[in-house]
């Protein structure tokens, strides 16, 4: 990713869902992010074009940009596509995982193993989200990574939206088994271990908390009638 302005817009887009601070469904004005980003209105919205473009905003005719709401269907199919993807691309980093790769995966988990509980919601779904693409990178098929990148950020919408504890994001355990099986260069051991935690991250999204709030709407209207 380059470092335009575009990009810092989609990185703060990114890291307000992760956070949960921008909600599904909230509509992000052209005008209001003019303000906030110092930018010119063609800017905003290449951003908003390319968000769009990664599955994560809505843009409606005449009524502007919204965040999306992915519903639980889509979630999963975003979760099966990675699981698809994931697989071959941890086939390619065993393939070409040499020391200098196998030392660039060990620094990484050193940084997500400095996260603490003061440590942003932001800040750890980037680090998750950093582990599965620097395989990628290392898979060196740049088609793959590239529909990567674009299923990453729409998991951490899915996230933003549905996960509701720390628990929902990847565990850091998980990500050194699997750089041991890389370092072992057992490809058949890694891609297993890979599919396990994508398979774990997905069981642990709470879809129902969504519908939670649905039930708190219906007890109150209850409490009108
Ligand atoms: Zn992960």
Redesign the pocket.
């Known amino acids: 990713m380059t470092n335009s302005i575009e990009q810092k817009i989609i990185h703060h887009v990114l890291d307000a869902i992760a956070d949960q601070k921008l909600h599904a469904g909230t509509k992000l004005g052209e005008q209001e992010l003019v303000g906030v980003f110092s930018c010119s209105r063609a800017q905003i919205r290449r951003a908003l074009a390319m968000l769009t473009g990664y599955g994560v905003i809505d843009l409606i005719p005449n009524k502007g940009a919204f965040v999306s709401t992915p519903s639980e269907r889509e979630s999963r199919h975003v979760f099966e596509a990675r699981r698809a993807i994931e697989a071959t691309i941890c086939k390619n980093t065993v393939q070409n995982a040499k020391s200098p790769e196998i030392a660039r995966l060990r620094a990484h988990l050193v940084e997500e193993n400095a996260v603490t509980a003061q440590t942003s919601r932001a800040e750890v779904l980037r680090l998750?989200?950093r582990?599965?693409m620097i395989l990628a990178e290392i898979g060196q098929n740049d088609v793959l990574g590239q529909y990567l990148e674009e299923l990453t950020l729409r998991s951490s919408l899915i996230l933003g939206c549905y996960g509701t504890q720390r628990s929902s994001?990847?565990?850091t355990g998980?990500?050194e088994k699997?750089v041991e099986a890389i370092e072992g260069g057992d490809a058949d051991l890694a891609a297993a271990l890979l599919d396990h935690?994508?398979s774990h991250?997905e069981n642990d999204v709470d879809f129902s908390a969504r519908r939670g709030s649905a039930t708190a709407l219906a007890s109150i209207l209850d409490v009108a009638t």
Do not use: Q
Request: hydrophobic share 45%.
């Open positions: 998750s989200r582990f599965h994001l990847c565990a998980e990500h699997i935690h994508l991250l």
